[in-house]
């Protein structure tokens, strides 16, 4: 209590308790659509040894289809669909076309070639759609606030994005343990050989695994296109976050993924609302405010930096 | 020097550097100048990355951290003497400056002081790691200068001069590229000499085979630092010219699409080739002019051009002209 009230005191009116949670739920919810980001990223790094920065493509992708989708019937459960379908099949073509070629070279080609894959999709994409941003709306019933316990007001869709997260995370924690796809994918990472060998076939495989990250990079993309706007280049600043979760949680460990997501996200959004409120504590306002936010735009990734410099592997990362 | 095929494609290269331009002033064209210009200035960056990606095996996707370094030092140096208002008055009085002299060296320190960083924690990793905490790094300089609303924030900065040489009316388009010119000139001889010398053996030895190099005594970690402090310094100048030849610096310098690009100078012209990172970046200076003009998805054909180069032919063009790589002897 006397923390709490020494806290009203100090820090002013700004950071009541109801304030503080929401922040919270932003940051988490933040957080778990970047998991749904990563994940992929971080399987299709651990089964395949790809590192695909196309990634973002895909997810640009997936709210592009749900975009048109939702114009054209009008339903959004219609969208995500879409999206996730969209962005697998999109992801399975490109990983027959070029994704497969690059397997075997070193990093440097698979960055370039990927990169390239950027290029075209994003030129591609303003050539069809046009430079303007889409809009994708959330269905009345769900865009409007709910009460939640202690006074908390919370749109029901930000929640419902959480629970989508939850699913996609138990829903690939079951898949990989639990089913023989799982065991094969798991075999896929460790030695390639021995299971080609064993008759399970590997470049099938692949594709699905590929189909799988890439629906959910798509999926990402419709649920966040959704809040905000759905237009080219959006997929880039995601992904560059889903490089920093997967190096702070460790490469190709999806439970390293989950929880780097998160912690990036509630980093990211509790550091640029509280970050300029502490500086005001000892600074002048415009002073505070400026240097707050531009310190907490680089939070996350000086969080990386010493995750890195305790544990180059990452937090769930296998040594060498 | 021995005459093979390679040379005469430098020689090549080098003489249509110094002609072109030249022609363009006979014939009054000052935008060739511009574009030329431009051209050597990426040129200048691809080879400050070429050391760090082509000898020593680095592939770092944050090099635009350094290009936008060297961007800013310029045009905060350039705002503080335009305004007058002096960068520090404690504890020394320091102000702003439009002498490219004094410009260019604090640009390539400040560069290094970065890369040291960078490099020190990035070069703990290795791999795919290593491409992500680069291309990590170059986010967190993004952010700051989009943020940091002192030097113009989002909007840039604008320089109304161009900075001053002795001697030279860097105002006239030929002049200011005479002087990019040379800087590249010197650049690519320093790194030829860095290639043969045994610091560049030590650094190539470094990308083959880490083991060895610390059997033999050697630490390759701190070999790779140091190439990689040259090459962000290198990349750093350019950015200085850079700024000076739009006279405006602004958060897209560090964007992560300009360290993609400046990877992409190279691999169109061959990785590890002396030429290479030149020969791209005409090209790829070229192909905006040209297909710029045609169609504004002009990203598109290099994107196809690109994905074609990767999968198919991997020495880039100086590789497809000239054949492979002499072996050392």
Known sequence: ?320 | MILTRENILNFVITAGLILVPIYAVIVEEPFTITLATRAVIFSLAAVGLNIALGLGGMVSLGHAVFFGLGGYTMGILAFHAQSYIPLFEWPILIEGTKQMLVVWPLAMIISAIAAFVIGLLSLRTGGVYFIMITLAFGQMFFFFSISWSAYGGEDGLSIYVRNQFPLVNTLVPIQFYAICLAILMLALWINARLAKSSFGLALSAARQNTERVRNVGLDPTSIKLVAFVISGAITGLAGALFADLNRFVSPTMFSWQLSGEIMVFIIIGGIGRLYGPVLGAIIFVTLEHFLGGISEYWLVFLGLLLLLIVLFSRGGLVGLLVGRERVHE
């Open chain 1, 1 to 320: 209590m006397g923390a709490a009230n020494s806290c009203t005191q100090t820090c002013g009116v700004f950071m009541s308790f109801a304030l503080f949670a929401e922040q919270v739920l932003n940051g988490l919810q933040s957080g778990i659509m970047l998991f749904v980001m990563a994940a992929g990223l971080t399987l299709i790094f651990g089964v395949m040894g790809l590192i695909n920065l196309a990634h973002g493509s895909l997810y640009m992708v997936g709210a592009f289809a749900a975009a048109a989708a939702a114009a054209w019937t009008g339903s959004f459960l219609l969208a995500l669909v879409a999206a996730l379908t969209g962005a697998a099949l999109v992801g399975m073509f490109v990983e027959m076309l070029v994704i497969r070629r690059l397997y075997d070279r070193d990093h440097l080609d698979q960055v370039l070639a990927t990169f390239a894959l950027i290029l075209i999709f994003s030129e591609g994409t303003r050539f069809f759609f046009g430079s303007f941003p889409l809009f994708l709306d959330v269905p009345k019933v769900i865009a409007g606030p709910i009460n939640l316990p202690i006074g908390i007001e919370y749109p029901v869709y930000r929640l419902i994005i959480i629970g989508v997260g939850l699913c996609v995370a138990l829903g690939l924690w079951l898949l990989i343990s639990k089913t023989r796809l799982g065991v094969q994918i798991r075999a896929g990472k460790n030695d390639r050989e021995m299971i080609a060998a064993l008759g399970v076939n590997i470049s099938a495989l692949y594709t699905f695994v590929f189909a799988i990250g890439a629906g959910l990079a798509g999926l990402a993309g419709a649920l966040v296109g959704a809040i905000q706007s759905v237009q080219v280049g959006m997929g880039e600043p995601v992904l560059i976050l889903a490089f920093v979760v997967i190096v702070i949680g460790g490469i190709g460990s999806i439970k390293g993924a989950f929880i780097g997501a998160i912690l990036v996200g509630l980093t990211d959004t509790l550091g640029g609302i509280f970050l300029p409120e502490l500086f005001k504590l000892f600074m002048e306002g415009s002073i505070a405010t400026s240097l707050g936010s531009a310190l907490a735009s680089m939070l996350i990734y000086i969080l990386m930096a010493v995750i890195l410099v305790c544990r180059p592997q990452g937090l769930f990362g296998v040594q060498g």
